[in-house]
């Protein structure tokens, strides 16, 4: 399978580690999963209308801890 999908046997069997116990996971994906939830609560509660600095900003003004401000571009 590995072969066909040119993937490493190693990053498929770490992938599936992590799978099982997302306690293995990095400090950098487990807080993405917790931002999975939150951005569309965000984005829907202010009739889906909010961009993505002020999706960033409510977040912040709720306490998450953002890593970096998006870009102005």
């Known amino acids: ?5 040119l993937i490493a046997p190693s ?3 770490d992938f599936r580690k992590k799978r099982k116990d997302p306690k ?3 400090a950098r994906e487990q807080s993405d999963e ?3 939830t939150e951005i ?4 829907s509660s202010n ?4 961009g993505v600095r002020k999706v960033w ?10 890593a970096a401000a998006p870009s102005s571009d």
Do not use: A, D
Request: proline share 3%; with cysteine; net charge positive.
């Open 47 to 50: 009739f889906q209308v909010y």
């Open 40 to 43: 569309p609560r965000v984005w």
């Open 57 to 66: 900003h409510q977040l912040k003004r709720e306490g998450f801890t953002i």
């Open 11 to 13: 990053s498929y069997y």
């Open 24 to 26: 293995k996971r990095s």
């Open 34 to 36: 917790l931002y999975r």
């Open 1 to 5: 399978m590995c072969e066909t999908l």
